[in-house]
T-cell receptor
Framework: GEDVEQSLFLSVREGDSSVINCTYT??????LYWYKQEPGAGLQLLTY?????DMKQDQRLTVLLNKKDKHLSLRIADTQTGDSAIYFC??????????FGTGTRLLVSP | EAGVAQSPRYKIIEKRQSVAFWCNPISGHATLYWYQQILGQGPKLLIQ????????DSQLPKDRFSAERLKGVDSTLKIQPAKLEDSAVYLC???????????FGPGTRLTVL
């Protein structure tokens, strides 16, 4: 398909792990990103992975990349209420252009 | 280091009126981007500048939208005339060749009545 796809909503309890999934479109994309957006705010880059990597870990964040299936996931360990936000995956295409997914709203309940 | 600045933060206009948004990128960033984010969707690239030249404006509705970056620093995005469907958040971002990251401003929320 043409769109970068994400599930719309995820609800977890504080302390659990969250896994947000993304299916991207362009197998030649060089970098794949995860951004966080809080209400009324711009986009904050959380992490990114180069396309020749399978996994990247950064503190509580783990990114997994399956190039064969064009599938990207973001795992947040020990999820906190402050992690509640919308999470966007994005792929870098030609000329540094970013194509964003539809966003996954993560709700963390105490 | 100062981030990407945008103004105004909010704007309400009536359809068929004109509106302009301003963006000042991070100092030294050669590439500047304007994105449109409609409620419930991810950002969509409208136009990308490299210094003061346009790299990609394939998704810019050129009959009503225009953008410029005359001196290769700050940029303005204009809509004339606005339509109801232009209601969105307009995000500006900048990047440098050194870093593999786009830095985003807080956005301008436009409401067209």
């Amino acid at each position: 398909g043409e769109d970068v796809e994400q599930s719309l909503f995820l609800s977890v309890r504080e302390g659990d792990s969250s896994v947000i999934n993304c299916t991207y479109t362009d197998s030649s994309s060089t970098y794949l990103y995860w951004y966080k957006q809080e209400p009324g705010a711009g986009l904050q880059l959380l992490t990114y992975i180069f396309s020749n990597m399978d996994m990247k870990q950064d503190q509580r964040l783990t990114v997994l990349l399956n190039k064969k299936d064009k599938h990207l996931s973001l795992r947040i360990a020990d999820t906190q209420t402050g992690d509640s936000a919308i999470y966007f995956c994005a792929e870098k295409q030609d000329f540094q252009k970013l194509v964003f997914g539809t966003g996954t709203r993560l709700l963390v309940s105490p | 280091e100062a981030g990407v600045a945008q103004s105004p933060r909010y704007k309400i206009i009536e359809k068929r009126q004109s509106v302009a948004f301003w963006c000042n990128p991070i100092s030294g960033h050669a590439t500047l981007y304007w994105y449109q984010q409609i409620l419930g969707q991810g950002p969509k690239l409208l136009i990308q500048f490299q210094n003061n030249g346009v790299v990609d404006d394939s998704q810019l509705p050129k009959d009503r939208f225009s953008a410029e970056r005359l001196k290769g620093v700050d940029s303005t995005l204009k809509i004339q005339p606005a339509k109801l469907e232009d209601s969105a958040v307009y995000l500006c971002a900048s990047s440098s060749a050194e870093y593999n990251e786009q830095f985003f401003g807080p956005g301008t929320r436009l409401t067209v009545l």
